[in-house]
């Protein structure tokens, strides 16, 4: 039974029950796989990058998300890391305290659903922390794509994207990244400050809680050799649903 009193509180608005089954303290030694995957079965990894489940470990009571240049001279290669969770769940509170990686992979927190008829994505908070005029960045993204998703590409999808600008760079400290989204409205935050809200047309279907590590070569930059390797850290994952409330389908 997890203790209420240590968790850190949802918005003052409404009232919450914490949601154990999608959250994690990262207290036991190793990644709790009743809980999370840590690999993705429908996503490799963007080239050059590709997830490695070795990449992923627990260290001090904290997630660890590594980012290594495995590049050999022939080929160029960028190991990453995800976890992914094993339960879907349909509007919350999602937050993690996080370390952003100090490389031009990506530390990102995002809820995803892959179904046969379309793709959801709600990007709660993507970083390049060694990106050159994006260390300060933190980009939120909504995406939706109604169709065959094996068909599904950047020009496709409807995306709305903004980025809110630190600061100092993200990868300095540990800062809280979260989304309260239900089913009118998608409120992201930072550092418990309200950053942005969205109206919910699209995203009214349960989702999996993503942490990654990703190569975006065109928009991040390639990974530099002498940054790696690097350590997306993660001190919590907590989700919090609204009690006082019936959401609408």
């Known amino acids: ?17 914490y949601i154990p089954e999608v959250s994690d303290e990262f207290s036991s030694q190793t990644l709790d796989t009743t809980k999370w ?22 260290r001090n009571n904290q997630l660890i ?23 879907k769940i349909k509007y919350g509170y999602f937050e993690i305290k996080a370390k952003a990686n100090r490389s031009r992979a990506s530390s990102a927190f995002f809820l995803y659903n892959w179904a046969p008829n379309a793709t959801y994505e709600i990007d709660i908070v993507e970083i390049g922390g ?18 065959d998703p094996n068909l599904e590409n950047n020009n496709n999808r409807i995306s709305d994207s903004q980025t809110y600008v630190n600061d100092t760079p993200l990868a300095d400290n540990y800062h809280l990244y979260a989304v309260d989204w239900d089913d009118k409205e998608i409120r ?7 950053i942005r809200r969205k109206k919910n047309i699209h995203w009214h279907t349960p989702m999996q809680i ?3 590590t990703e190569t ?7 990974p ?7 350590e997306f850290i993660v001190e919590y994952i907590r989700v919090w649903q609204r009690t006082d409330i019936s959401y609408q389908p």
Do not use: C
Request: aromatic share 12%.
């Open 188 to 194: 992201w935050y930072f550092d418990n400050q309200l």
């Open 65 to 87: 998300l590594a980012v290594k240049d495995e590049s050999t001279s022939e080929q160029k290669v960028i190991s990453t890391s995800v976890i992914r969770a094993r339960n």
């Open 224 to 230: 530099r050799a002498e940054n790696l390797p690097a």
């Open 130 to 147: 060694a990106s050159d005029g994006k260390e300060r960045n933190h980009h939120s993204n909504a995406h939706i794509y109604y169709g």
């Open 1 to 17: 039974m997890v203790s209420i009193s240590i968790m850190a509180d949802p918005p003052l608005y409404g009232q919450w029950k």
């Open 37 to 58: 995957q840590d690999y993705h079965p429908h996503w490799p990894g963007r080239p050059p990058g590709v997830f490695k489940s070795q990449n992923v470990s627990i």
């Open 216 to 222: 975006f070569p065109s928009w991040l930059g390639m």
């Open 210 to 212: 993503n942490i990654d």
